[in-house]
């Protein structure tokens, strides 16, 4: 049996994977002797997310590397599959999240001053459960508070490469429709990968 094509091997296990893979964890897929390099391996990819266009699925390129997933605009469809709907994120929750992607590293008082109320625990906790924050370090002041920001997951899971792709804040007090955008960007991760929130 002669050995399948790359561009082959990359969809078979991007399907298999279940998240993104990196092109490290791509590239480990082969034996040493037969390891593609790095370009052709994008080259793969390439005329992989080429093949997908006009259909069910896309290839993406994330923070965390490469996935396959549902387009955006078949979302709707798809979502129906699960019964029950994905739980909402509170106002106070989003409005966290927000504030520790566009200013991060940021402490907990800090979150607290802009938005003018405390900062549930239950909220850091929810937030760090789902793996989208997490402590970067401490503040060198009395108490040395945590400070948070983001993670690869949370950018994976909103389907952004990086920071530098989060929408443009026009004006703090507008975090509630913050909040939508990155439930709109979840909502793709969502219907692709079986898991809700």
Do not use: C
């Not at 008082?109 to 937030?127: F, H, W």
């Not at 459960?129 to 002041?141: A, D």
């Not at 040395?144 to 952004?160: H, K, S, V």
Request: aromatic share 6%; proline share 6%.
């Amino acid at each position: 049996m002669s050995e399948p094509a790359l561009k082959v091997v990359l969809e078979a296990a991007l399907a298999a994977a279940g998240e993104p893979l990196s092109l490290e964890r791509l590239q480990g897929l082969f034996d040493e002797t037969a390891r593609p390099e790095r370009e052709h391996l994008r080259q793969a990819l390439d005329e992989l997310a080429g093949d997908y266009r006009g259909r069910g699925l896309e290839l993406t390129e994330v923070a965390g590397g490469f996935r396959l997933q549902v387009p955006s605009h078949l979302a709707p469809w798809v979502n129906r599959l699960w019964e029950e709907r994905p739980g909402r994120y509170s106002r106070a929750l989003l409005e966290t999240l927000a504030l520790i992607a566009y200013r991060q590293p940021i402490t907990r008082a800090e979150i607290e001053a802009v938005r003018g109320v405390g900062v549930s625990s239950t909220i850091i906790r929810t937030l760090q459960e789902r793996g989208w924050i997490k402590v970067l370090g401490h503040r060198e002041v009395p108490g040395r508070p945590a400070l948070f920001g983001t993670t690869r997951q949370f950018l994976d899971y909103f389907n952004l490469r990086s920071l530098g792709e989060l929408p443009a804040l026009p004006a703090l007090r507008d975090l509630e429709a913050v909040g939508r955008d990155l439930e709109d960007h979840g909502a793709m991760a969502d219907g692709n990968d079986g898991q809700r929130p």
